[in-house]
C-alpha cells in the first residue's frame, strides 16, 4: 500500500482534512471534524505558518494543532511520506494498540506521541492491506467520536 493509497482512503471519510504540518519532514496529518473547506484551509494556513519555524517532527506536530483543535478537529492519523517502509502513526484504542504491539513486529509505539494511544506501523507486509484500512477506519471513527 503506497501513501496516495492511504491518503485517498482517508480523504473519503466524511470531515476529513489534510494537512502537510511539516512539509520540510514530510508528514502529513489528517484530521477529523473538519468543519468545511474553508475552515480546513485556514487551519492548514495557521498550523503551517507554526510548524515553518519548527524542525522538530511529530511531537511538533501534535503539539502545534491548538488551532484544528479550537476547530473541533482531532487529529488521528500521520503518513511519514517518504519513509521506507512507508510509516503510518494512528490513534487506537488502547486495548487495540497493546494488542497489535504484542501480535506484530512492524506495530511499535509511535514516537513522541502516548503510546497508551497511538502506534506506529511500518507497511512491510506482515499486515495485510485489509488490515490497514480496517485501522485506518477505526482511527478515524475514535477521533470523530472525541470531536
Known amino acids: ?3 496516495a493509497e492511504i491518503r485517498e482512503i482517508l480523504l ?3 470531515k476529513v482534512a489534510e494537512r502537510f504540518d511539516l512539509p520540510e519532514k514530510n508528514l502529513a496529518a489528517f484530521y477529523a471534524g473538519a468543519a468545511n473547506s474553508a475552515d480546513s484551509a485556514n487551519s492548514t494556513n495557521s498550523a503551517n505558518s507554526v510548524n515553518s519555524a519548527n524542525s522538530a517532527d511529530s511531537a511538533s506536530l501534535v503539539n502545534s494543532t491548538s488551532s484544528a483543535n479550537s476547530a473541533g478537529e482531532n487529529l488521528f492519523a500521520i503518513i511519514h511520506e517518504n519513509s521506507t517502509p512507508l510509516r503510518i502513526d494512528l490513534k487506537v484504542d488502547a486495548n487495540l494498540a497493546k494488542l497489535l504491539k ?3 513486529e512492524s506495530v511499535a509505539n509511535a514516537p513522541q506521541l502516548n503510546p497508551r494511544n497511538w502506534v506506529e ?6 499486515l495485510a492491506d485489509d488490515e490497514v484500512r480496517d485501522l485506518l477506519r477505526h482511527s478515524y471513527e475514535i477521533a470523530k467520536t472525541t470531536t
Open 1 to 3: 500500500m503506497t501513501a
Open 102 to 104: 504484542q501480535k506484530y
Open 121 to 126: 506501523i511500518l507497511l512491510t507486509g506482515q
Open 12 to 14: 473519503a471519510y466524511d
